[in-house]
């Protein structure tokens, strides 16, 4: 939040409302001049929690704004809260003392130095049940345990998959390094069988020479 003076006006009671069952805080009298700047846009509420909300909005930016007024009412309820705040640029709000499971409308008005905006349009929203919120956060709570149990699975599935690779990849490695020296050896097998079939086919006399049949 911004620096400045705020006013703060709480439950304020209301003539008859509009037909949608809201009023704004121009509604109530404050007038209009031509040169007050436009109404503002991009009304949202976020962080919406059982008892706090954040009310955020946007201006035109040739406008020269230098402050804001914001009106809160219970949806069907005529009271009024009033929040003000001037010399500060600020564009959220933070809402407080909010009821859980409650229905909301809010508008926002710019001031700046010549007066008021129009009221923006309204937005409606509902504070959430503190059981609700807790379970949603139990959720999520579960869900990130739950995410971070199957990032572990994949990375140790990933590591299992690898080390069977490698396993493979060694079985391979050592399966051809044995094809390489059984095939090396094959011509040094088939040397020494010729030689010795060479040698048992033409046999020597003792005396040293050949052996010749008598007719």
Known sequence: MGRG??????LLPLSAPAPGGYRSFSDSGTPLLEDSPSAPVNVTVRHLKANSAVVSWDV????????????????????LRFIQEVNTTTRSCALWDLEEDTEYIV?????????Q?????????????EAEKMASKNKDEVTMK???????????????IVVV????????????????????NEPNNNK???????ETST??????????SKI
């Open 165 to 184: 690779l490698f396993m493979w990849a060694g079985v391979i490695a050592l399966f051809c390094r044995q094809y390489d020296i059984i095939k090396d």
């Open 146 to 160: 739950e995410m971070g149990r199957n990032q572990q699975l994949r990375t140790g599935e990933v590591l299992i």
């Open 203 to 212: 046999p020597e006399h003792q005396g040293g020479g050949l052996l010749r």
């Open 60 to 79: 035109l930016e040739d406008e020269v704004v230098i402050g804001f007024a914001i009106s809160q009412q219970k949806k069907d309820v005529r009271m």
């Open 5 to 10: 003076g705020r006013l703060r006006l709480n």
């Open 107 to 115: 508008h926002v008005q710019a001031i700046s130095i010549q007066g």
């Open 117 to 129: 905006s129009p009221a923006s349009e309204p937005v409606l929203f509902k504070t959430p049940r």
């Open 192 to 198: 020494e069988k010729t030689k010795s079939a060479s």
